[in-house]
């Protein structure tokens, strides 16, 4: 399978993306420069975290006009895969690709720590190598993470399991006190309806080696490799995307 | 507009903060009264910031060499050799006074500035630690200024891409008017491409890249950072920098990516003093001149001056000597990350440092007026008059505590012991994915990607000591630094300093100076541990107030398999747990005199450098046999507030202990001591006897304290209270502080 890294202005993970893509998980990942619109033939483009241009005006608000951009869109509407981490969720929701947005965490501070998730929902590309409820440990690291959404919305993507993760505690329980931004119903991860668009909050790239941040997140990646292997995923007739 | 090109007078001298003598030895040199421009260049190049006019006799002391010293100090950051064809480029600096007076933009420019050090020597930073002095929670400014300071060491760093993976934090009364934001930044540099600041080459062209000059942080160098406070600190908010980590990040990669390519002769950044420090530095060490035309500087606004171009620290910049021809290589780059590049100027062999604007030369200056030939001080230095009556403590006034169990808990809940997670998890520790060991444990371990190495890194200095006894606590600053990299695993491979002092024109400031230099030099040259870069911040004073001498210490240390990285938390129920090293009796400048008793007194805690190395050296064997399960350095708190952190700082749930202690010493000597050379381990019962062994072998004195054991710590007979209580306290002491609603206390 071949992933593509998108590197904006002012990306930073974009280096432990490739790194756990090729050096932990031996994948065949390249770098997307933001001014090109050549995908280089990738089945996944990967939209990493950072600070895309310094997050000024609005996080991934001047990303999304990126020219690699309108490429990144194009693969989604055509079912091919779209992921976001962090900043790349910002961009994703800014581009119109997934629904809602992430604003300044409650606290109004930036928060770095390892966080539990509740896989809510297996059957997507992106967690098929999961058990339903099971839990996982991945760090966040963000100022600007609070999922919202108006309540329309909200209730879709509940009632058709677009929420794939969510904040828990160790026992499983998504209380207030687990929920470490004041996002909306704890939502940490969500899908499009087509279930080719992932964007989340938690950094899975900094969780797929036991020496550093645990393995958490390795199974996200295995599993969309799993899907491509497979051919399994058939995206949903193209419907306008996010909703 | 004022070019500035007529003859100053003595009175415009002194308003830039220049003395008498120096004005007139300026004319002197120069056969005339130099202009204003000139002016502006020489009164930053001999301020105390730039030239070290106090500090630099003092030290060449240091031990600076040592086989694997790539390079010493005298470039933007110094150079370790860690082997595979690698090195670590490092250094630590200062941004005191911007920092108190614009807390976020103070603290944020410094993380940006010691950054740019780093990667102008070729190097990818890899990691950032700091380290923060802050007044007493009852002064009312203290939350503002910490909230403010760990933002902007957040904003940057976080945004840059960077992780911040250690430091360390006080708060004392001595430093409410003046507190101290340290910065280090290490990176990693093949040891075959290190860039460095040399101009070199007549003719070659000067190239000016990064952000468009401002008018801000005009005279930071000069009148911000080498002179003493004293009234509103508001009004001096124009002097300090604004920082813009995005365009930091462009230059950043921007800067390596050129490195790939064959086109830069020099580079340097351009920190304090800007655009004059750059060039001048850079011609100075080549032993030839600079001519700059002002006409091409990139600028943010129209009718800027010859005197604010040159004077201005507008951030995220930085002066390239290139080779000839290759410009548009450089500019091809640039134009990539959407930065600014111009030439500006050429290498000249005149040896001068000149600039014209609208075709008109207004500044024409040797290099080695500037440089070299910049004045050097011996100023005069004496023991302040109540030195005596400070190390003065008669234990017997000393009443032991009531209730030993109380007594950890408030020790556990003084902002100087308790966790410091409330500042840390603002920081991004985990970017670049090296981080093995992350804040919270004695010392960071960052692994080298595409080796079996990990790099320890811990930044230490209890200025209370330094306050008692410099020496003595500029010894032990170096050696705790070293310790923390021990007990993570690593050798201690070199320092950085970062040396904070009040005004060297007092003869008790310049002999703590000259006192902790002495302890520095004799600590490094017993650790074989060479000091390879560093910064001297004087003036740390307001109204006539110095603060606690304060030389921070920054230990980089290398750990051949990464496998041996080791934290300081109990690991498992029916572990040993073992003490190397003695305890005495002693108290002077502990944690628990101040918080019991109030008192900072006494003779700091012993140091014997050899045994120290000694203890260092059976903690690393027996680390590297394989037999530790933890290791903890015992500092602030001493012994007590050592086994509460290796029972409390680990993972959930946390691991209880159980201690029986006995020595001929007082209980809270014993228990809250702050003796030097002394290690906490944890190990299986069945590898205890080759431990014993280890350290027989090196003579150090072990004792087996106990086993980790239960979900309390249990020190028989004093001490008995439940780790969930001791978390409790430990975690929430700065939390509880910073609350938005919290009132001012103590």
């Known amino acids: 399978m071949r992933w593509g890294v998108v590197t904006f202005p002012g990306s930073n993970d974009d ?44 996080c991934g608000a001047m990303a999304r006009f990126s020219p690699i951009m309108e490429s990144v869109v194009e693969l989604a509407r055509r079912g091919g895969f779209v992921w976001g981490v962090c900043n790349g969720f910002q961009v994703l929701c800014e581009a119109g690709l997934l629904p809602g947005a992430l604003i300044r965490n409650r606290s109004l501070q930036f928060i770095c720590t390892p966080v539990q998730l509740r896989v809510e929902e297996t059957e997507t590309p ?34 058709n399991r677009q929420v ?52 958490g997140g390795l199974r996200l990646f295995q599993s969309l490799i799993t899907a491509h292997a497979d051919g399994t995923h058939r995206p949903a007739a193209a419907v306008a995307p996010g909703h | 507009m004022r070019i500035g090109t007529e003859p100053v007078s003595k009175a415009e001298a002194l308003d830039h903060g220049l003395s008498a003598e120096e004005f007139a030895r300026i004319c002197e040199t120069l056969g005339r009264a130099p202009n204003l421009v000139e002016l502006g260049v020489l009164s930053v190049m001999w301020s105390e910031h730039c030239s070290y006019k106090s500090s630099r006799r003092h030290l060449k002391q240091l031990p600076t060499s040592g086989p694997r010293v790539l390079q010493g100090p005298g470039e933007n950051a110094g150079v370790i050799d860690i082997g595979d064809g690698l090195a670590v480029a490092f250094k630590m600096e200062s941004h005191n006074h911007p920092s108190f007076v614009e807390p976020y933009q103070g603290a944020a420019t410094g993380v940006g500035g010691i950054l740019r050090d780093v990667f102008t020597m070729g190097a990818r930073p890899i990691a950032n630690l700091n380290s923060l002095r802050f007044g007493s929670f009852d002064h009312p400014r203290t939350r503002y200024l910490v909230n403010g300071v760990v933002a902007g060491i957040g904003g940057y760093g976080n945004c840059i891409g960077v992780p911040t993976v250690g430091g360390e934090v006080y708060f004392d009364a001595g430093y409410n008017e003046n507190i101290l934001v340290n910065a280090f930044t290490l990176g990693i540099v093949r040891n075959d491409r290190i860039f ?91 032993g030839l001149g600079i001519l700059l035309d002002l006409d091409q500087i990139p600028v943010r606004e129209m009718s800027m ?43 000249t062999e005149d040896g001068l440092f000149r600039a014209t604007f609208h075709k008109q030369e207004v500044v024409c200056l040797p290099v080695g007026l500037l440089t070299d030939d910049a004045p050097a001080y011996d100023r005069p230095a004496n023991p302040p008059d109540d030195f005596d009556t400070l190390q003065v403590l008669r234990l017997d006034r000393i009443p032991p505590p009531g209730d030993y169990s109380q007594t950890l808990l408030r020790l556990l809940d003084s902002p100087n012991i308790a966790s410091k997670a409330w500042v840390y998890r603002q920081y991004d ?19 080298v990607k595409g080796t079996h190495k990990g790099i320890a890194l811990s930044v230490d200095c209890n200025s209370r000591y330094c306050l008692l006894d410099p020496y003595v606590g500029a010894m032990i600053a170096v050696v705790e630094g070293a310790r923390n990299v021990v007990c993570s695993g690593g050798v201690p491979l070199g320092v950085t300093d970062c040396l904070n002092f009040g005004n060297p024109e007092k003869p008790a400031v310049m002999w703590q100076f000259t006192e902790a230099i002495r302890g520095i030099r004799d600590a490094c040259v017993a650790l074989n541990t060479p000091v390879v870069s560093g910064n001297v911040s004087f003036y740390n004073e307001t109204d006539g107030r110095a603060i606690p001498p304060t030389p921070s210490i920054a230990m980089v240390g290398l750990l051949d398999q990464l496998e041996h990285h080791t934290t300081q938390w109990f690991k498992a129920e029916g572990d040993q747990i073992v003490l190397l090293g003695r305890t005495r009796e002693e108290l002077g400048g502990t944690e628990y005199l101040a918080i019991e008793h109030g008192q900072v007194q006494g003779a700091p805690p012993w140091i014997d450098l050899r045994v120290e190395k000694q203890v260092q050296q059976v903690c690393l064997q027996a680390i590297r046999e394989g037999l530790v399960r933890s290791a903890h350095d015992v500092s602030e708190g001493g012994l007590a507030v050592c086994l509460a952190e290796c029972c409390i700082t680990g993972p959930d749930p946390h691991l209880g202990a159980a201690i029986e202690l006995e020595g001929a010493i007082r209980p809270d000597a014993l228990l ?46 004093l001490i008995d209270v439940d780790c969930e209580e001791l978390a409790r306290v430990y975690y929430n002491a700065l939390p509880r502080r910073m609350a938005a609603d919290a009132q001012p206390s103590s």
């Open chain 1, 15 to 58: 280096h432990d993306a490739l790194y756990a893509l090729d050096h932990v998980l031996g994948q065949d990942a390249v770098s997307l420069w933001h001014k090109e619109r050549d995908l280089k033939g990738v089945d996944c483009v990967l939209l990493p975290g950072g600070f895309s241009y310094g997050d000024y005006l609005r």
């Open chain 1, 126 to 159: 992106f967690t098929n190598q999961y058990t339903r409820g099971e839990i996982i440990s991945i760090p966040i690291k963000h100022g600007e993470g609070c999922y919202i959404a108006d309540p329309v919305t909200l209730e879709q993507l509940e009632e």
């Open chain 1, 164 to 215: 794939v993760l969510r904040y828990v505690d160790s026992s499983g329980r998504a209380t207030p006190e687990a929920n470490p931004n004041g996002a909306l119903n704890n939502i940490a991860g969500i899908v499009n309806a087509q279930r080719n668009v992932f964007g989340l909050m938690p950094h899975p790239e900094h969780a797929v080696e036991k020496l550093v941040g645990g393995e």
């Open chain 2, 196 to 286: 460095r600041a040399k101009a070199t080459g007549v003719g070659n062209p000067v190239i000016y890249v990064g952000s468009k000059t401002g008018r801000d942080g005009i005279h930071g160098a000069s009148l911000l950072a080498s002179a003493e406070f004293s009234g509103e600190a508001e009004e001096k908010r124009p002097t300090v920098q604004v920082g813009d980590p995005f365009t930091e990040k462009l230059l950043l990669e921007a800067c390596l990516e050129l490195m790939e390519l064959d086109a830069i002769v020099a580079i340097q950044d351009m920190g304090a003093a800007g655009l004059t420090s750059s060039s001048v530095e850079m011609a100075g060490r080549g």
């Open chain 2, 305 to 347: 001056t010859p005197y604010d171009m040159l004077l201005s620290e507008s951030q995220e910049r930085m002066l390239i000597v290139a080779r000839a021809g290759a410009e548009e290589i450089v500019q091809g780059v640039f134009r990539k990350w959407d930065l600014d590049a111009a030439v500006v100027g050429s290498v």
């Open chain 2, 429 to 447: 520790s985990l970017v670049r994915s090296n981080t093995i060991v992350g804040p919270g444990s004695d010392a960071a371990v960052l692994r």
């Open chain 2, 672 to 717: 809250f001591g702050e003796s030097q050379s002394r290690i906490v381990l944890s190990v299986r019962k069945r590898q205890l006897g080759r431990l014993r062994e280890i350290a027989s072998a090196e003579d150090v004195t072990l004792t087996v304290l106990g086993e980790v054991r239960g979900r309390r710590l249990v020190i028989s007979p």
